[in-house]
């Protein structure tokens, strides 16, 4: 381990997308906006997408590094990387898809943004914590930006609602986290992650107390990645939250959440738990639920939040396969559901700019209005729902196969069956988009949403008919787990 | 040769390409997209009439083979090439998109989307039968949905939405219960790859139980799309409501999916499990025959009518690939060749009538031979066709699945045989309804048949009447591949 200057070598991305943040308020304090103008904020956008570039460019020497910093609070490996660099895109795509949504709701714009900005920077430390109380402290830097950002929409009361029961899910999940925590430290006598698992590794005797915090630790984890039984807060604070929000941790807080336990359930599966089982019922719970739960739903908001928590339960079907392939399938999908899920809310945001209404009744007609937008969603849902071409289907495909290798082939049938529902309801919003007339006025889409869905549905598609680089890094990135 | 492994590549990209391509026609050139549709699918029939004229017959195994490494970490590659199998169904493909595009003319809304979809089709068809990988196959199988269900959703009656998403979920149910099978095997081969060639070399010796499994869970995708008794009901559905050409795809092209996956996951790479199905699957296809024929009788709808022979001819087709003989398979392929050319003139047949009468009443018809010879004399020929008039294909083909599964399933033969019976009736029956008898007033000024769904028509006819007295310029191109099964099962 070099010296502690030398370590900071290793944080340049998190430094730089800190300094962005700065940057983002002072550049709005010096040349402050005209009077009543919001649209002439972009620039702190595009300010914003730069700073995050530039963290991507400064992650890159970080790939294939292994090194472990400030007596193991930091980890700097491929993983972190691959983890940085998705909370980077889905960071700048979410900036870009608020340029014209933020003014409607707020005056305060360059707040929104350095939020945003440096609630990915939380994502982005929250997978290189090796230490559990740094990430209990990571884990605020990610929550309190996003309580604001929730509850953004001032005049709106839903958006008050959700973000005060965000808040009362922060503090359950975190109470609950805590305890576990305690109870690790407390059996253990360290809080190191890759200690105790060399701990656990030599003990044969494990106890009751240590398997109850491995067990709450992972609760923990559940509320953040909106799986099942632990899901009820997601409809809610989802459609309320400005979408723009609603995108953002839709993918971003998710998959921090995933970062996080995969690091600590591979050191966890020591201790002779059925894990297959705990993560295979979640995951099962979490796809029926989600599922079931969307079908219901007449608003999109509501649907896309029922859908997140069927797509959690996908992600953790290859989480209990427990193997290396199975977490490189994990990766895999994380980026396939981020493209596709940051598409379908660019056209949620575009349609509600344009019409104010998130209805799924409100599709009606939407092809003839906006084709291409008609079009990004129809492919943004049909990846989704996990159809051939599109990166959906390699994911699904990826998932199941490697649950299929370590012998959950109930599992992967339960999955099979709730791909063939979640179609039902995706197909129900492609309906109202190509096939039921509406209204016809062609609709305004503004630049900087349409380069973000561009570039979204540009990478489901590259991903889903040429997925092998993607593979690639995402078993590189999972073999760093399992050294 | 290079030349004709790119041309069989060209059966896919072709229409993909030049469909998207398709879609960016200015606005105010709509009208343009039919013509370049029309170049497109011309284009792609040609080369399948090229592939076919230079196929060897005699020789086994795959012609025009080519590999292109695609997803190495899965151990998958683009691998195509064509066999004495899947040459006819390619041509067939190509002949009734061609086809399909002259029948589009009534098509003014959305018309750049119509093409673009219905070319994206045919690029997934085509796939479909040129696969030789599981992954590239199933890839292609599951594309053909998306824009089935669009061409059905947009363009079709008025039961269009619930048509268009049974059709969607129920073939998706049955093609993710496929998958299964796929992932099954390539674990159960246990080498890492989904290559259909290396795969069958694998996968012929595991044990018979895990075979049996395999095959059940791929059958069940299968058997979806043939259909086969009892998974048949989305069928009539999606045929009513789909408009006339893409009916004539569905039923002329889509169905053969099924009828071809049997052929190719089945004998080669699952021996024994083909083999314990192969009884199961014989009595089915028999319920379906008779069922299906059954069906067609009471049906007061034309369309439904058709649709339901649909599924009885395919029974015939179904039963002939069961007994696995080498005259029963090469029946059952002459069927699915044949039953693509009919049930689309039928097809075409009933749009046109639709399109006049505006009504597919039976009831609403009689004695439309007074006053449109033409279009009564093709129905007439059509249904003979169908009933399996000898000198006409549909005979080749039903007396060939017959004969040759008598010796292996001797009872339920001579079931199929009888249900023949039934064919003729609803048929004939349909005719003296429609064609013949006194003249509907309702129908009096109905127009005979246009020079353009002649022209739509006619190449139909014509191979009917090919097959029918030429068997062997379809035949000839299946004799290796279709040996080659026989012997793998041992008839």
Redesign the interface.
């Known amino acids: 381990m070099g010296s502690t200057a030398a370590a900071f070598t290793y944080l340049w991305p998190e430094i730089i997308v800190a300094l962005t943040g700065g940057l983002i308020l002072i550049a709005d304090l010096i040349w402050p906006a005209p009077a009543g103008d919001g649209r002439s904020r972009a620039w702190l956008a595009y300010l914003g997408v730069a700073g995050l570039l530039a963290a991507a460019m400064a992650t890159v020497p970080d790939i294939g590094v292994t090194k472990t910093l400030f007596g193991g609070i930091i980890v700097v490996d491929s993983l972190s990387a691959f983890f940085s660099f998705l909370f980077l895109g889905i960071g700048a795509l979410t900036l870009l898809l608020s340029v014209h949504a933020v003014p409607k709701f707020t005056r305060w714009i360059a707040e929104f943004y350095a939020l945003v900005v440096w609630c990915t920077l939380g994502h982005m430390l929250l997978a290189s914590t090796g230490e559990l109380f740094t990430i209990f402290i990571t884990l605020q830097l990610t929550s309190l930006p996003l309580i604001v950002l929730i509850g953004y929409a001032k005049l709106d009361p839903k958006s008050g609602e959700a973000a005060l029961k965000y808040l009362l899910l922060v503090l359950v999940s975190t109470a609950v986290l805590i305890y576990g925590m305690s109870l690790v430290y407390g059996s253990l006598g360290t809080s190191t992650i890759s200690e105790i698992g060399a701990k656990l590794a030599t003990s044969h005797d494990i106890g009751t107390v240590l398997a109850i915090g491995l067990v709450l630790l992972l609760t923990g984890f559940a509320f953040k990645i909106t799986a099942a039984p632990f899901h009820y807060w997601v409809p809610d604070t989802y459609e309320g939250a400005p979408t723009p929000v609603t995108a953002f941790m839709s993918v971003g807080s998710k998959f921090a959440g995933f970062a996080l336990a995969l690091r600590i359930i591979v050191e966890g599966l020591k201790v002779p738990l059925n894990w297959h089982l705990i993560f295979g019922v979640m995951a099962a719970l979490s796809m029926t639920v989600g599922n079931l739960g969307a079908i219901r739903q007449t608003n999109i908001k509501r649907m896309l939040a029922y859908s997140g928590i069927a797509q959690a339960g996908y992600l953790l079907v290859g989480v209990a396969a427990l193997s290396s392939a199975g977490v490189a399938s994990v990766l895999f999908y994380a980026v396939a559901y981020a493209l596709a899920n940051l598409a379908a809310f660019g056209v949620v945001i575009t349609v509600a700019n344009a019409t104010g209404s998130t209805e799924i009744k409100s599709y009606a007609g939407l092809a003839k209005r906006a084709p291409l937008v008609g079009l990004a969603c129809a492919i943004a849902l ?1 990846s989704l729902g996990g ?3 599109m990166a959906g ?1 390699m994911a699904k ?2 998932v ?2 490697s649950a ?2 370590s012998g959950l ?1 109930w599992l ?2 339960i999955g ?2 709730n ?2 529902i979640s ?2 309801y995706y ?1 129900r919003v492609i ?1 109202e988009v ?2 039921r007339e509406g209204e016809t006025e062609s609709l305004f889409v503004d630049r900087p949403a349409a380069l973000a869905m561009s570039l979204c549905i540009a990478g489901v598609l590259a991903l889903g008919v ?3 680089y993607a ?2 890094a995402a ?1 590189f990135a999972a073999s760093a787990l399992f050294r | 040769m290079v030349t004709q492994q790119m041309l069989l590549a060209a059966t896919i990209v072709l229409p993909l390409v030049g469909g998207v391509a398709l879609s960016f026609i200015p606005k105010a050139r709509a009208s343009l997209a039919r013509p370049c549709a029309l170049v497109l699918s011309g284009i792609v029939l040609a080369i399948a009439a090229w592939l076919w004229a230079s196929f060897d017959g005699s020789l086994a195994g795959i012609h025009y083979e080519l590999k292109v490494p695609w997803i190495a970490g899965l151990g998958t590659s683009f691998h195509i090439g064509v066999d004495g199998l899947s040459l006819p169904l390619l041509f067939l493909t190509a002949l009734l998109t061609f086809v399909a595009v002259i029948a589009s003319r009534s098509i003014k809304d959305r018309e750049r989307q119509y093409f673009t979809l219905m070319l994206m089709l045919e690029a997934g068809l085509c796939g479909v039968f040129v696969a030789l990988d599981l992954i590239l196959f199933y890839l292609f199988w599951e594309v053909v949905l998306i824009p089935m269900y669009f061409l059905i959703s947009i363009w079709g009656g008025p039961r269009r939405s619930y048509a268009a998403v049974k059709f969607f979920l129920y073939t998706l149910a049955g093609s993710l219960a496929m998958l299964g099978g796929i992932i099954a095997l390539y674990l159960a081969t246990g080498a890492k790859t989904f290559d259909m060639l290396e795969v069958a070399l694998l996968a012929s010796h595991l044990t018979a139980g895990i075979q049996t499994a395999i095959f059940a869970a791929i059958a069940v995708g299968l058997a979806v799309k043939v259909p086969i008794f009892p998974l048949h009901t989305w069928l009539p559905d999606a045929h009513v409501e789909a408009p006339t050409a893409v009916s004539v795809l569905l039923a002329g092209v889509l169905l053969k999916m099924g009828g071809y996956g049997f052929l190719r996951l089945g004998p080669e790479m699952l021996p024994k499990g083909f083999s314990a199905a192969a009884p199961v699957i014989a009595v089915l296809a028999v319920i379906s025959i008779v069922y299906g024929a059954a069906l067609a009788l009471v049906q007061t709808d034309l369309k439904r009518l058709v649709a339901y022979s649909s599924v009885s001819h395919m029974g015939y087709v179904m039963l002939g690939i069961a007994a696995g003989t080498a005259a029963s398979v090469t029946g059952a392929t002459v069927q699915m060749f044949s039953h693509g050319l009919i049930a689309g003139l039928l097809f075409l047949l009933v749009g046109a009538v639709y399109e006049r009468a505006h009504t597919r009443e039976i009831s609403a018809f009689g004695g439309i031979a007074k006053i449109a010879p033409v279009l009564a004399g093709t129905l007439v020929f059509a249904s003979f066709a169908s009933l399996g008039l000898p000198g006409m294909s549909g005979f080749v083909g039903e007396f060939m699945v017959l004969a040759g599964s008598l010796q292996r399933f001797t009872g339920l033969t001579v079931v199929a045989a009888a249900a023949v019976i039934l064919t003729v009736s609803y048929l004939l029956w349909m005719l003296r309804r429609v064609t013949f008898g006194p003249l509907n007033q309702a129908r009096l000024g109905m127009a005979d048949m246009t020079a353009s769904e002649a022209l739509s028509m006619a190449p139909l006819c014509v191979l009917i009447v090919v097959v029918g007295v030429f068997p062997e310029t379809l035949v000839g191109v299946m004799h290796a591949s279709v040996n080659a099964i026989a012997s793998v099962l041992g008839h």
Request: charged share 10%; net charge positive.
């Open positions: 049909l159809l051939p071409l289907f495909f990826y199941f196969l299929a290798r082939v992967v049938a099979v069956v791909s063939v179609l039902y197909l309906y190509y096939v040429f997925p092998d593979l690639r078993n």
